[in-house]
């Protein structure tokens, strides 16, 4: 009985060395040059070349391979962004034949490029709320262009990413829509750019206190001389730079008429949340992330830097 469990725990050694063999054999052959720009784009969500651009900006962010058939750098990030791009379990990203590998190495290439995205000079790279007069200006005259709308620069609102039931702190996460997940609140302008947004926050917190305590109310509030607006909807405050809907207005009065531009306009960060998800799949509702909400709170900064290079 003995000698038979060992001939069984040596065969199943052995097949687990050649799976491993044969995904690093099928690793080893790939040529990203080779995928079609169509499926390439459809997989991972980005161009080849900005793929090439990603690169050069979290490559050096990566650990280096610490042996030498470690996994390549390249190979790391296509496999994190083809699981921000599906929302797949891990293990079927791994199945990926672009890019074989066990569930365990899957997760390990997805925590080492979250947290290269989530770089603090990468986060001020790519999302980045207008910080002088004329960088202001301009998005002002673009949301004026668009929509004859003035002194605008920005469309805010929260939305939430389902995430797992937590182990720790639940009733932080449990939102009024009965799921757990983190409440994001994104600023963007009028070209759906993502400029500010804060996931740190569980489903529980109202969408007007996560703008009570961020950075950017005061910096608004700071500004001297200079009229700027964001636009939110009825659950924030009106206060002097946040303009939102008037309550019972008249229809065709000028509270009316108000309220209609200032929706039309708002619906801006509607598209933008709905871009945002329909490109990176995890942070769809029905995906649900299946982490503690610090790793999910990453992930959602990861993919809002992703979708600023598109």
Request: hydrophobic content about 35%; charged content about 25%.
């Given at each position: 009985?003995?000698?038979?469990?060992?001939?069984?725990?040596?065969?199943?050694?052995?097949?687990?060395?050649?799976?491993?063999?044969?995904?690093?054999?099928?690793?080893?052959?790939?040529?990203?040059?080779?995928?079609?720009?169509?499926?390439?784009?459809?997989?991972?969500?980005?161009?080849?070349?900005?793929?090439?651009?990603?690169?050069?900006?979290?490559?050096?962010?990566?650990?280096?391979?610490?042996?030498?058939?470690?996994?390549?750098?390249?190979?790391?990030?296509?496999?994190?962004?083809?699981?921000?791009?599906?929302?797949?379990?891990?293990?079927?990203?791994?199945?990926?034949?672009?890019?074989?590998?066990?569930?365990?190495?899957?997760?390990?290439?997805?925590?080492?490029?979250?947290?290269?995205?989530?770089?603090?000079?990468?986060?001020r790279k790519?999302?980045?709320?207008?910080?002088?007069?004329?960088?202001?200006?301009?998005?002002?005259?673009?949301?004026?262009?668009?929509?004859?709308?003035?002194?605008?620069?920005?469309?805010?609102?929260?939305?939430?990413?389902?995430?797992?039931?937590?182990?720790?702190?639940?009733?932080?996460?449990?939102?009024?829509?009965?799921?757990?997940?983190?409440?994001?609140?994104?600023?963007?302008?009028?070209?759906?750019?993502?400029?500010?947004?804060?996931?740190?926050?569980?489903?529980?917190?109202?969408?007007?206190?996560?703008?009570?305590?961020?950075?950017?109310?005061?910096?608004?509030?700071?500004?001297?001389?200079?009229?700027?607006?964001?636009?939110?909807?009825?659950?924030?405050?009106?206060?002097?730079?946040?303009?939102?809907?008037?309550?019972?207005?008249?229809?065709?009065?000028?509270?009316?008429?108000?309220?209609?531009?200032?929706?039309?306009?708002?619906c801006t960060?509607?598209?933008t949340f709905?871009?945002?998800?329909?490109?990176?799949?995890?942070?769809?509702?029905?995906?649900?992330?299946?982490?503690?909400?610090?790793?999910?709170?990453?992930?959602?900064?990861?993919?809002?830097?992703?979708?600023?290079?598109?």
């Amino acid at each position: 009985m003995a000698t038979r469990q060992l001939l069984i725990a040596a065969a199943l050694r052995e097949e687990r060395l050649e799976r491993r063999r044969n995904r690093r054999r099928l690793r080893n052959q790939l040529n990203i040059s080779n995928i079609p720009d169509l499926e390439f784009v459809g997989n991972y969500r980005l161009s080849r070349e900005l793929f090439e651009e990603l690169c050069q900006d979290i490559v050096p962010l990566l650990p280096p391979k610490g042996r030498q058939h470690g996994i390549e750098p390249t190979l790391k990030i296509l496999t994190a962004l083809n699981f921000y791009a599906r929302g797949s379990y891990q293990g079927s990203v791994g199945q990926n034949m672009d890019g074989p590998m066990a569930q365990q190495t899957v997760s390990r290439c997805l925590q080492e490029v979250t947290t290269a995205l989530n770089a603090p000079h990468i986060l001020r790279k790519h999302i980045r709320f207008p910080q002088n007069r004329n960088e202001r200006n301009l998005i002002k005259q673009k949301f004026y262009d668009k929509y004859g709308l003035p002194a605008v620069v920005g469309c805010i609102d929260c939305s939430h990413v389902a995430i797992v039931r937590p182990s720790e702190h639940e009733g932080r996460y449990f939102n009024r829509k009965h799921f757990h997940s983190i409440n994001t609140q994104v600023i963007c302008d009028s070209d759906l750019l993502i400029t500010n947004v804060d996931a740190s926050y569980g489903g529980a917190t109202h969408d007007a206190y996560i703008w009570r305590e961020c950075e950017i109310r005061n910096h608004l509030e700071g500004l001297q001389d200079e009229t700027v607006y964001l636009l939110g909807d009825s659950g924030y405050a009106l206060r002097e730079h946040m303009m939102t809907p008037v309550d019972n207005a008249v229809e065709n009065s000028p509270e009316g008429r108000y309220n209609y531009l200032q929706k039309r306009v708002r619906c801006t960060i509607e598209r933008t949340f709905g871009v945002l998800k329909g490109r990176w799949r995890c942070l769809l509702a029905a995906r649900e992330l299946h982490y503690c909400p610090e790793t999910a709170g990453k992930i959602i900064l990861a993919c809002c830097v992703l979708q600023t290079c598109v």
